[in-house]
């Protein structure tokens, strides 16, 4: 019983806000131009359906894009940086000056390099999100217990071996929980990006509604914005667990 | 007859941004080949940093350490090591927990994937005789800490080392669990025969065990005494409640207690 309503609860909630904000909408009459109601932005996906699925399928896809060269880049430099602490002590402070660098900026310089298009919203996308991955997987390489690496070094293992027995295996919960956050970064990047300097995407998409007054199909954009946030996000989760039970099992928890 | 470690006027110190630590001060004993050394003394006396030296991990500051009459520089390549906390890798099986040690040291390491049944079987063994049948493809968190540290001792002798180091292996245990793997220890050293070195603060434990206990003072760590413990072996845990086992108790307690008011 309690079990159903667990499972059910997600998407009770969910219906619960649409309803209320329905409510609110038409019983407080706000301007539609201010915050349209439910039935008129569901009323704007369904007369825009085309466009709509168009443009989130190219965010969805630059985000995948950016995200993927951010995982291989993220993993390797995440490896190098663990790999050694002066490298560690030497490459940190850069990093996390890059990292504080708000991104909007960075997209004016891009779109001089590659001009307006898919390839500055990837690229934001990366920027944005190999940060958690190359930290998280620094940390799973560069926090192996002590006494574990003197059990190992004293049977002769080198450094090589310790990290592929044991460094490389130990870093995949932190792995995992760091794609979780990064695949929501790459999508801020994708629509950040989108919504400066890009002839698609849902960000292209909304800039472009806002302009035309069609709030309702602006809040459309934001909704399926939302969707497929939450369903890269629910991919990750699942993929975390799925593939790093003994983490959750064994007392060692990752970083996330 | 040469002794297999010989541990000659080693000094350590650490040096630290904050001062140094002279954590071992002119320390020597030695051990034959099939020894059972206790090592006991006041905590932060160096007891750790001496199984360091001993496994080549950390260079003497002064002095030397030999094994097998060699003068150990680096790191041994073949000693079996098991500490208070068991460290398992939570990701692997039991089974190939113990077997962690046949994929990296020779000759092992290049016949492992082609004779991995064989070490199978070896380590599925060593595992029974720990008590632990049964529990090959179990993962460490459904094992006891108890368990957990058989599995341990198993990772530390699958590869039949000449040496085996054990830093406090049973502190974290429950006293009914301890004296269970005390009795598990016993029993492996008397089918196997490696030398031991067995860092430990429990004094009933060093002599319930050993053959020679070295007493270590308060830093920096010297030897202030040895003991040879010549109960007959096999030894009963019956043994726990002799008098001339009290008595030998008692006398290394009074010894730390002096060493750690110097
Ligand atoms: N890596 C290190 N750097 C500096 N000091 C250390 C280090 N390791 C141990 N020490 C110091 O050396 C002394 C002996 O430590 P240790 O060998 O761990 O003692 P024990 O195992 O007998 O408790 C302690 O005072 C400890 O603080
Ligand atoms: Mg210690």
Redesign the pocket.
Known sequence: MTGTAERLSPWLFTIAMFLIWEAVCRFAKIDPFILPAPSEIFAAMNQYWWPLAKNSFVTLWTTMAGFALAVGFGIVLGLVVGWSRTIYRGLYPVLIGFNSVPKVAVVPILVIWFGIGEIPAILTAFLISFFPIVVNVATGLSTIEPELEDVLRALGASKLDIMLKVGIPRTQPYLFGALKVAITLAFVGTVVSETIAANAGLGFLMVQAGSNFQMPLVFAGLLLLAAEGIVMYAVFAYVEVHFTKWAHRSSMSAAG | MTAFVDIDDVTLV?K?ATGD?H?LDRLGFSLEKGDFAAVV?P????????MKLVTGLLPPDFGTIKIAGETVTGPVKMAGMAFQNPNMLPWRSVIDNVMLPLEIVQPHRSRFRAEKERYREQATRLLATVGLDGFADRYPWELSGGMQQRVSLCRALIHQPALLML?EPFAALDAFTREELWCVLRDLWEEIRFTVIL?THDLREAVFLADYIHVISA?P?RLVMTKTIDFPRPRSLDLLFDKDFADIVHELRAKIGEVRKS
Do not use: I, M, P
């Not at chain 2, 905590?43 to 001496?50: F, Q, R």
């Open positions: 650490y630290g630590v954590a003394g905590s932060g006396c160096g007891k750790s940093s001496l830093d860092v830093r760590g």
